[in-house]
């Protein structure tokens, strides 16, 4: 299995983006599924997008519009680009990477730390 870092959380004002930035430690290529997730303060954590290996992207309805996964094989990373944030965004986003389609329907698979994004004026 990979290891996984996420980058580029932030304090960012409401209306902002950022930029997040999953990197693996090894190929990705051949990984059936890589997403964001997050998880706010005494709530559970939440699928926020992903992106299969066959490009097939999904998204949360609460992002829908306003966030864009985007999955590059040749840089062993995945970006979650994350454009007019709420308030409601804040949270601690994690990268996952499911190998293989049972790993995906089972929950399981490579967790990274986890990095912070809070919006707030």
């Known amino acids: 299995q990979v290891q996984l870092v996420e980058s580029g959380g932030g304090l960012v004002q409401p209306g902002g983006s950022l930029r997040l930035t999953c990197a693996a430690s090894?190929?990705?290529?051949?990984?059936?599924?890589v997403g964001w997730y997050r998880q706010a303060p005494g709530k559970q954590r939440d699928l926020v997008a992903d992106?299969?290996?066959?490009?097939?992207?999904n998204y949360a309805d609460s992002v829908k519009g306003r966030f864009t996964i985007v999955r590059d094989n040749a840089k062993n990373t995945v970006y979650l680009q994350m454009n007019s944030l709420k308030p409601e965004d804040t949270a601690v986003y994690y990268c996952?990477?499911?190998?293989?389609?049972?790993?995906?329907?089972?929950?399981?698979?490579?967790w990274g730390q986890g990095t912070q994004v809070t919006v707030s004026s």
């Open positions: 090894g190929s990705i290529f051949s990984i059936f599924a």
């Open positions: 996952k990477a499911a190998d293989t389609l049972v790993d995906y329907l089972r929950g399981s698979g490579s």
């Open positions: 992106v299969a290996n066959n490009g097939r992207t």
